[in-house]
């Protein structure tokens, strides 16, 4: 069994690396770095403010293998390489990171983002069955990853540049009818010009307004930082903390370094208890505080961060000094109630034109600093090693798999046999037949092969341990015999095929060729076995023919080919055998042929069969049960024993057929008999003690 299962699974694994589809990987590598070149062009362009706005990048490693993780990137990169499932849909984004057990073994295509240790590389890696996929399949998350995080990092100039185009197009109109009713008024009141207290008062709004536009401008800028900065706290959590922030807060940086302790603690509890051992669940607790703590932190740091209240302060500054800027533009015009009202309508149109350009002028400039900047922003990261298309598979490999399936069998072979072992219920030796029913067991017979293929030890040498075998049954037999010597012996099993015939006409052999006269008797008129034990015998007549007095014993009786052994085999089966067993007459013969023989050994039926055996038992002066080892189980072996007891059966004694000598105390002994046989043979004096 042990045997079987090792190469099973060897085998097994062995066809399953040769059939399971081939897994190809490929590697493309990402380098994380933040370039100055673009914010050295800024400042030289005196736009060092502009500059610093588009840094603040998180150099989070694990932040950017995340957010190379999230489904935006993934279901690019299925749309681009159209990549399926065994239905043919698009396959999805979470299979195209877990790939599960069935993905694994048919090789469907997956990726995985790691980090290069010690450095700031990060690793792409695809894994497919075919090399090509793979190898595209690293370049296209590469590609689309580093696409969308140049978008991310324009966004913001991208949102300012929209709003300054649509308030250029707005004033541009603004200023076409400005310019148009200031044409109008001149037209229709005749004036050409205005005095220069006019033209100061005309610079003052239009300075004022100027200077709201300026507010305005700061104020959106204001507020667009403070949205910025609300996106990257909210990016934060107790599970990601981004390094600045630990490296500002002392408090958050305790608190993670102490829930690092805490999992590392955990971890190595864990160990040797259950996760619900007390001391688990206290650090469970103890972790859950840590982690509430931390959330509790982030949030008062995000909500105290001094750039977001410096941010504040000046939203509010600015949004009050516009106010200021309104009010001094309204008192500037109500001031021209004082001229005339035509001059004052024409000097108010020329205001609002002058202004209007003077701002569109501005925001001409702004929208050229924010396309500056907006060219000029460039993600921190980039490709820098491209995927090859691998020239060997990585999996599966054959000595890997063999190893695996090795070891697997090795581990269910000994599993299988401790099983077996547990659920074996059959008898193996005496100590296991002494815990059913102690009676004697008058021998053990080995499983035997000749080579001949025949099953009698007619020529098999005395002192081969075989042989010996059916000696010390024999000796069994006399022993149990010192106070009433046993010259009748029936031999009986407990169910068919145990070997019970076999086991007598070699202990028949035994007994003949040390001399005694035996005599066989086929008393199991059902299944007769013996005529067929030696080619010379015939079943014609038998033992139901003595019975039926169709013959006399003596034309019933055969002789064998081995000296001193005769068989007196069935002879026809007849219509009801067991009134012939229990007959007065079969007692007759069995005293008559005990007075001819030293030894009548009567083949009966199976005693849990038939009750044929209960009937010869009486009939006898002792009975021996052969029980095939490693076959009987104790159940039978006690409904045996409550038969025999039942019909007052006190069995001789026990044989054990077909024993194992391989296992158990009987390898030791089948060891030396096989020493001391080779030794004999050799005929060499041996020491030692009886």
């Not at 934060?236 to 408090?251: F, G, H, K, M, R």
């Amino acid at each position: 069994l042990f045997i079987q299962a090792v190469a099973f699974f060897t085998i097994g694994a062995s066809v399953l690396a040769l059939v399971l589809p081939k897994r190809f990987e490929a590697t493309a590598k990402i380098s994380v770095e933040s370039s100055d070149a673009s914010m050295s062009i800024l400042s030289e362009m005196d736009l060092s403010e502009m500059a610093a706005s588009l840094t603040g990048a998180s150099d989070d490693m694990q932040t950017k293998i995340s957010l190379a993780k999230m489904r935006p990137v993934l279901n690019e990169v299925i749309w681009r390489l159209q990549l399926r499932d065994g239905d043919g849909e698009l396959l999805q984004p979470d299979k195209l990171l877990v790939p599960g057990i069935d993905g694994e073994i048919l090789a469907y295509p997956w990726i995985d983002i790691t980090e290069e240790q010690g450095t700031t590389i990060l690793i792409v890696l695809a894994t497919s069955e075919n090399p090509e996929l793979s190898r595209l399949l690293a370049d296209t998350v590469v590609e689309v990853f580093l696409g969308i995080t140049q978008e991310r990092a324009k966004e913001d100039t991208r949102d300012a540049l929209r709003f300054v185009k649509t308030e250029i197009e707005r004033l541009k109109s603004d200023f076409d009818v400005a310019l148009s009713q200031v044409a109008d008024a001149q037209a229709r009141e005749q004036v050409l010009d205005l005095d220069s207290e006019v033209k100061a008062a005309v610079a003052r709004v239009s300075e004022l307004y100027m200077s709201r536009e300026e507010a305005d401008a700061a104020i959106a800028d204001a507020r667009a930082q403070m949205r910025m900065h609300g996106e990257v706290n909210s990016e934060e959590s107790i599970n990601l903390v981004s390094p600045s922030t630990a490296s500002q807060n002392s408090l958050i940086r305790d608190i993670k370094k102490a829930i690092t302790e805490l999992q590392s603690e955990r971890a190595t509890a864990l160990l040797d208890k259950t996760p619900k051992h007390p001391d688990i669940v206290l650090l469970d607790s103890n972790m859950r505080e840590l982690e509430s703590q931390l959330a509790r932190a982030l949030q008062e740091d995000h909500d105290l961060d001094p750039e977001v209240v410096q941010l504040r302060v000046e939203l509010a500054g600015l949004v009050h000094r516009r106010g200021q800027i309104e009010d001094a533009a309204a008192a500037t015009i109500a001031d021209f109630a004082k001229y005339p009202e035509k001059m004052r309508q024409i000097a108010g149109l020329q205001l609002a034109a002058d202004a209007t350009e003077n701002i569109y002028k501005s925001l001409l400039e702004t929208q050229y600093q924010i396309a500056v900047a907006e060219a000029m922003t460039v993600a921190d990261m980039k490709g820098v090693e491209p995927a090859k298309a691998p020239d060997k598979a990585a999996a599966p490999k054959l000595l890997v798999y063999l190893i695996l399936g090795a070891f697997v069998g090795l581990c269910v072979g000994v599993g299988l046999v401790f099983l077996a072992e547990y659920i074996d219920d059959s008898v193996k030796d005496g100590s296991d037949l002494k815990e059913v029913w102690p009676l004697p067991v008058l021998g053990l017979v080995p499983f035997y092969k000749l080579k001949d293929k025949r099953a009698l030890i007619d020529a098999v040498p005395a002192t081969d341990p075989l042989y010996e075998a059916f000696r010390n049954i024999r000796n069994g037999i006399g022993f149990a015999g010192v106070d009433q010597a046993i010259n009748i012996l029936t031999v009986t099993s407990c169910v068919p095929g145990e070997g019970k015939s076999t086991v007598m006409t070699n202990l028949a052999i035994c007994m003949a060729q040390d001399g005694q006269r035996v005599i066989v008797v086929d008393c199991d008129l059902r299944r007769p076995t013996q005529h067929r034990m030696f080619a010379t015998l015939s079943n014609e007549r038998g033992i139901s023919s003595v019975l039926t007095n169709a013959c006399g014993i003596d034309e019933a009786v055969q002789q064998t080919p081995v000296e001193n052994l005769h068989v007196l085999t069935s002879g026809p089966v007849p219509t009801n055998p067991g009134r012939l067993v229990e007959s007065l007459r079969l007692r007759q013969v069995l005293l008559t042929l005990a007075g001819k023989y030293d030894m009548v050994l009567v083949d009966a039926p199976p005693l849990l069969v038939v009750g044929d055996a209960v009937a010869l038992s009486r009939a006898t002066k002792g009975m021996i049960i052969v029980l095939e080892s490693g076959k009987t189980s104790r159940r039978m072996v006690t409904d045996l024993r409550e038969r025999a007891e039942s019909a007052g059966i006190e069995p001789t004694g026990i044989v054990l057929n077909k024993v194992d000598v391989r296992t158990g105390m009987q390898a030791y002994y089948g060891y030396y008999a096989r020493h001391y046989k080779t030794d004999e043979k050799r005929n060499k004096p041996q020491r030692g003690t009886a």
